[in-house]
T-cell receptor, first 109, second 114 residues
Framework: RKEVEQDPGPFNVPEGATVAFNCTYS??????FFWYRQDCRKEPKLLMS?????NEDGRFTAQLNRASQYISLLIRDSKLSDSATYLC??????????WGAGTKLIIKP | NAGVTQTPKFQVLKTGQSMTLQCAQD?????MYWYRQDPGMGLRLIYY???????DKGEVPNGYNVSRLNKREFSLRLESAAPSQTSVYFC?????????????FGQGTRLTVV
C-alpha cells in the first residue's frame, strides 16, 4: 500500500463548478499536511498547508480528518487556470515529505 | 527573485556516462533536497541536506551521490548513468528540515539515459 494515495483522475469539470478530491495517508504519526499544485512540465508549488481545524484560502478549502487519515481539497467556482495536477504531501514523523502521485484536474470552458 | 536555480534543464546521457546536476538557492535556506519524479509516482527523495555540512540518504539513493558545497549549493552526481535513471529531477530548498515549512523547487532537469 502506498503511503500517500490519490485518485489520479483526470477530473474533467466545467468552469464554475465545484470539485473536491481526497488523499489518504497510511502513517498515523504524520505531522503536517500540504497541497501543492504542479502545472504541466513545471515544478510543484505550494497551494496551501492543511490545518487540523480546516482552512480556507479564497476559493480553496482544505480539511484534515485524522481519525480516517485523509485530507481533502475543495475548489469552488473553478477557473480555467485551476487546470493542473494537485499533489498531496504528508510530513512523516521523521520530517520527510511523502508525496502522492497527484490528481489531474481539467477545467473545461 | 531567482529562488532555486538548477542546471541543466535537459540532458541526454549514454549508459555509463557521468554527470553532475547543479542547484543553488538564494533564500538563505538551511535545508536542500534532490527528488526524482517518474510518471504515475509521487516525488521520491534521493538525498537531502538538513543543514550545511550534513547530507543523508532518502528513499532512492542508489546510483547517486551529493555534495553540499556551501549553504547555497547542493549538487547531485550520477557516476554511471543507467536507463532506470531516466526521470525528471527536482532540487528544492526549505527554511528548515522540521516544522511546517514550504519547499521551493527549481524548474527541473529532464534527464534521458539511452
Amino acid at each position: 500500500r502506498k503511503e500517500v494515495e490519490q485518485d489520479p483522475g483526470p477530473f474533467n469539470v466545467p468552469e464554475g463548478a465545484t470539485v473536491a478530491f481526497n488523499c489518504t495517508y497510511s502513517n498515523s504519526a504524520s505531522q503536517s499536511f500540504f497541497w501543492y499544485r504542479q502545472d504541466c512540465r513545471k515544478e510543484p508549488k505550494l497551494l496551501m498547508s492543511v490545518y487540523s481545524s480546516g482552512n480556507e484560502d479564497g476559493r480553496f478549502t482544505a480539511q484534515l480528518n485524522r481519525a480516517s487519515q485523509y485530507i481533502s481539497l475543495l475548489i469552488r467556482d473553478s477557473k480555467l487556470s485551476d487546470s493542473a495536477t494537485y499533489l498531496c504531501v504528508v510530513k512523516d514523523g521523521n520530517y520527510q515529505l511523502i508525496w502522492g502521485a497527484g490528481t489531474k484536474l481539467i477545467i473545461k470552458p | 527573485n531567482a529562488g532555486v536555480t538548477q542546471t541543466p534543464k535537459f540532458q541526454v546521457l549514454k549508459t555509463g556516462q557521468s554527470m553532475t546536476l547543479q542547484c543553488a538557492q538564494d533564500m538563505n535556506h538551511n535545508s536542500m533536497y534532490w527528488y526524482r519524479q517518474d510518471p504515475g509516482m509521487g516525488l521520491r527523495l534521493i538525498y537531502y541536506s538538513a543543514s550545511e555540512g550534513t547530507t543523508d540518504k532518502g528513499e532512492v539513493p542508489n546510483g547517486y551521490n551529493v555534495s553540499r558545497l556551501n549553504k547555497r549549493e547542493f549538487s547531485l552526481r550520477l557516476e554511471s548513468a543507467a536507463p532506470s535513471q531516466t526521470s525528471v529531477y527536482f532540487c528544492a530548498s526549505s527554511e528548515a528540515w522540521t516544522g511546517n515549512t514550504e519547499a521551493f523547487f527549481g524548474q527541473g532537469t529532464r534527464l534521458t539515459v539511452v
